[in-house]
Every structure is written in structure tokens, then in C-alpha cells.
């Protein structure tokens, strides 16, 4: 039965030290309309009804976790102290650390700690459109801008057609055991996906919007927290 009914978690990757926000504290615990950034994604994931467990990969010397209180959120919510020197290595720490509970079909959801304005509709067209879906794929948006090629003096070389590209953002959703053997093989990619593609897979683009921002310098802070503001009211 298993294998038609497959269950849903979330990896959220958090042990990264949040170098181009050049605050000094990891980004995900920098403050957001009074909480730790991270909180925000941990809120709307833990209140999906299909995610059976949130799991927060975290440094092995994470001392800052212990120190906020998360008990709203739930007994859905598991940090792991596994994190690793790369995005990816977090991530597929965190795979190995949930072996023994996941089935090797189940859908994993992995979202970047540093993107707090995660909506609950993001999730939900996520799962919808990827249900029946033999890869998986990832939220994302169509690239509004005309593209510039450079060269290291910033003299424009050539415009880059942006028809059929797309900003890749997260979630990310794939098959436990399909992610975790692309990520074991695969060398030096930014996200899931990258890693899929690298096995000849082609994930699924789903349509998501420019709220979903990832926070990577100190102007996004503000950004993020005007568009937590504005969804309150
Ligand atoms: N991440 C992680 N483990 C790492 C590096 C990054 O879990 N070794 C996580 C970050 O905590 C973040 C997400 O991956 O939630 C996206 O990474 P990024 O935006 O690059 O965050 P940082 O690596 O923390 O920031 P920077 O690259 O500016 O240092
Ligand atoms: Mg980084």
C-alpha cells in the first residue's frame, strides 16, 4: 500500500553562517517581525496538514537553536545537528539522518531557512501539481528581466534570450530515494534539482511568485519583512 500511498516531509537546511548578509549572526536567526527569521517557513510548513515531520538540518555546533522557544509550532518539528560545509552536503546529512523513517517513495520538500515568506498556497500548488508526478519538481518563477552576458569588466558581451528561463526557488520536491542518489553523485549544485538534472531527470516547473524572495543581503530583510507586513492585514 505503500508504495500508492506516499507521505510527505520537509528539509529545511539551516547551517549555513549567512556570509553576504554580513551581520555577524546566521541569517536564519536574524529577526523578523519580532522572531527568528527561520521561524516564519518552520510556521507555514509545520501547519501543512500532509507534512508528517519538519525536519531543521542545523551545524553540529548550532548553539543559537536552543535558545528560542518553538514549542508553538508543534510536535512535528525535529532539529537535526548534522549540518554539512555545503548546502548540499546539509541537505543530504539530513537524508541519511531520516533513513530509518521514510519510505524510499515518500515525497521530501526541501526549503531554504532563508526563505521566510514561504505562503501556504506555495505549498499547496506545489503538492497538488507534483502529486502524480514520477520525478518531482520545484517551485519557480519566469525571469521578467532581459539578461546581460559580461565579461570581468562589466562590458556587456550579448543579451541572453530569457524565453523558457525561470528562477529557481523552494520547495523542492522529489522522491526520498531518487534525491538522495542524485545528491550522493552529484558535484557542486545549488539546489535539488540541479542534482536530478544531473542524473538525465527533468523535474517540474511550478509556478510560484516573486513573495517567495530568498534573503541573502541586508536589503531582502527589509523586503521580506514588508511582505510578511502586508500579507497580516
Ligand atoms: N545552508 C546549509 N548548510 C550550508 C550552507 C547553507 O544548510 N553549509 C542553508 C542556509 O542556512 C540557507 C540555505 O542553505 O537556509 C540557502 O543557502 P544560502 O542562502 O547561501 O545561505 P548561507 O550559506 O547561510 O549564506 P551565504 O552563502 O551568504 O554565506
Ligand atoms: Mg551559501
Not at 519566469?142 to 523558457?164: M, N, S
Request: glycine fraction near 6%.
Amino acid at each position: 500500500m505503500q508504495a500508492f500511498h506516499p507521505r510527505y516531509y520537509a528539509i529545511v537546511p539551516a547551517a549555513g553562517s549567512g556570509s553576504r548578509m554580513g551581520s555577524g549572526q546566521p541569517k536564519q536567526y536574524l529577526a523578523l517581525l519580532g522572531k527568528p527569521l527561520i521561524h516564519h517557513a518552520l510556521q507555514v510548513l509545520c501547519g501543512v496538514a500532509e507534512i508528517e515531520k519538519v525536519f531543521v538540518v542545523l551545524s553540529v555546533d548550532d548553539a543559537e537553536w536552543r535558545r528560542h522557544d518553538w514549542s508553538g509550532l508543534g510536535d512535528r518539528l525535529v532539529p537535526l545537528f548534522c549540518g554539512g560545509t555545503t548546502r548540499a552536503d546539509s541537505v543530504l546529512a539530513g537524508l541519511r539522518a531520516i533513513a530509518s523513517l521514510v519510505q524510499p517513495t515518500d515525497w521530501i520538500l526541501v526549503h531554504d531557512a532563508a526563505r521566510p515568506c514561504l505562503a501556504e498556497w506555495h505549498v499547496d500548488r506545489l503538492i497538488r501539481d507534483l502529486a502524480q508526478d514520477e520525478v518531482g519538481g520545484l517551485l519557480a518563477v519566469p525571469v521578467a528581466d532581459t539578461l546581460k552576458r559580461a565579461d570581468e569588466h562589466r562590458h556587456v558581451l550579448g543579451t541572453v534570450a530569457r524565453d523558457c528561463l525561470w528562477q529557481a526557488q523552494t520547495p523542492q520536491m522529489f522522491r526520498y530515494v531518487m534525491l538522495r542518489r542524485a545528491l550522493e553523485s552529484a558535484q557542486h549544485v545549488t539546489d535539488e534539482s540541479s542534482a536530478l538534472e544531473a542524473a538525465g531527470l527533468h523535474p517540474k516547473l511550478v509556478l510560484g511568485d516573486a513573495t517567495n524572495l530568498k534573503v541573502t543581503y541586508p536589503l531582502d530583510l527589509h523586503l521580506a519583512e514588508w511582505i510578511l507586513r502586508n500579507r497580516e492585514e
